[in-house]
């Protein structure tokens, strides 16, 4: 199996009855498999459901999940061919014939797609259809080795490759045993004129020269709070090339979870292109007997006597051995050793853990921002409301999800951050934008009022998203042209009082007013004051407009005069916007209305003559 099949499972496509029931029974053979279905035409047998079958194909594309669609391959074709970009990047893409008659990869050959092919094919009795020529020849493809490997000069390999199909014979030099390249079928002999080298040591590759590195090495790091990340990287790169250790060969950079939030240790995961992982004081301790340079000043900081060495060995498990003794810079550590077999970085410690905290829009996919389809699909578990949950659709998938009902916003964040703190990749969404009354000011509170440290070292971000009031803006024309403000009405966490001064200021000041959480169930008499206080300072014909469930079923869009404002029109799930002195109206050709806010108070641009019309005439 490739690289890529070990890390994701696949997704088999059914469109229809026949098509599921051999998708479940293929399932059954690929561990993780999960079976998607086509609303209305597979339900019993699918794990999850879809309406568009093109976008839900682009979305498991998107999200680097292997595909199998037990359907034609037109119907995969077209849909992904829009996609289609990288192809070193791409997931593998298997069509099977509804009738188990025939296996076709399509897309990812050599990124898995073959492999899964034969696999499939092998339960199906039938041959898998594999067109590329080095996969025929040789039973594998050179430019794919099996996980734990890495190619190292893969630019050499498709000449390398042509030679081979052209005729030419290879040595095979394996330092540590490649039975993958003995089992295939390559013209190896001793007097070869090319040569495949695997191994963990730094040998040069070329036309002739293919240079595989199993990833066996476990770089490990301790280094003082703040050091210089520049330093880190290069005490490991000197660390590998003082003892002709290749850097392609390393699985993992591995240290103390106390370090977690370090970024001298992510800088050295990032420049060697691999995984950070952590682990507490008490495995590293159990180091203590191979530690060569054991240290008690270090374990009375941290509590273990090595954290370079032992990090390291642990990673490399009870039959791995030191290979770099601990070296030291200024305000670093390092030391590596090499494991008999190709790390699994994910079954190492743990990662440091991440929260992003999401903001989903109104509700409308369209108006989702693509960094946060990015990270909803990146997540290993999501939080929050369970209605904005069910707003998910396919980026739900294979999550774990944990909802949460209305008002335990604290409760959310908490578990959020506890997650994350268990080395999980965790998204908190939220609607429209987190940061404008919603969840990532809470987040920032609950870290500052708990102290805990083991949820500051989580990797905390904010993905933002298109709020209530630009949506409504968006709607309505443009209402925000000019200077703006939002005020939430609810004084469950602000004194009323102080709200009232608020809406005075903002009358005064003349601002386009949002009025967030108007109104609520017991909650009615605060929209009744806010439109008296606005109506001191602006006519009772200003623009308002109620803005309801933008971007989801049932929205609407309503537009009335100021004086015309009662809490009645107004529930929970709208957002009430109230223009300035300048706020003006604009007929549709629909009959309806635009609204919009000049730029500037009655001044021309240059060349322009004045316009005389009073800021909030109507047409």
Known sequence: MSRDMSRAPPVLVALTPAGAALARRLAATLPGAQVHGRAGRVDVDADATFEDTGAHLRALFAAGRPIVGVCAAGVLIRALAPALADKTAEPPVVAIAEDGSAVVPLVGGHRGANDLARVLAVELGVGAAITTAGDLAFGLALDDPPPG????????????????????????????????LRAARLPLAEDGALMIHAGARAVAGGPDV????????????????????????????????AHDLAPAAVGAVVSIDLKADEPAVHAVAA???????????????????????????VFREVGCHGVAEGAALAAAGPAGALVVPKV??????????????????????????????????PGDPAWRAPEATQALGAASDIVGYGAYLDLLGDLATGKALHPYDLGAEEARVRAALDLAAEGREVALVSSGDPGIYAMASLVFEVLERAGRDDWRRVELSVVPGISALQAAAARLGAPLGHDFCAISLSDLLTPWPVIEGRLSAAAAGDFVVALYNPVSRRRTRQLAAARDILRTHRPGDTPVAIARNLGRPG?????????????????????????????????????????????????????????????????
């Not at 595989?212 to 005490?235: D, F, I, M, S």
């Not at 292109?273 to 301790?285: H, I, K």
Request: proline share 9%; net charge positive.
């Open 149 to 180: 490997w890495r190619l190292a000069n893969r630019e050499d390999c498709k000449g390398f490759t042509a030679a081979l199909l052209a005729g030419a014979r290879a040595r095979l030099d394996d330092e540590v045993p490649a039975l993958w």
């Open 210 to 241: 293919l240079v595989y590195h199993p990833a066996a090495l476990a770089v490990g790091v301790g280094c003082a709070r703040g050091a210089p990340p520049a330093e880190a990287v290069a005490l490991a790169r000197e660390a590998l090339a």
């Open 271 to 297: 420049a060697l292109g691999v995984p950070a992982r952590f682990y507490p004081p008490a495995r590293l301790e159990a180091e203590r007997p191979r530690l060569a340079n054991p240290s008690d000043v």
């Open 328 to 361: 030291k810079s200024a305000a670093a550590t390092c030391a590596v050793a090499r494991a008999p077999a190709p790390l699994d970085p994910f079954a190492l410690g743990r990662g440091r853990g991440r929260l992003r905290v999401v903001g989903l829009g």
């Open 555 to 619: 929205e609407s869009v309503a537009v009335m005069d100021l004086d015309d404002l009662t809490p009645a029109r107004v529930d929970m799930l709208s957002l009430v916007l109230i223009g300035s002195s300048q706020t003006r109206r604009v007929a549709r050709g629909d009959g309806g209305l635009w609204v919009y806010t000049p730029r500037g108070y009655t001044v021309p641009e240059a060349g322009a003559a004045a316009d005389t019309t009073p800021a909030r005439a109507r047409p």
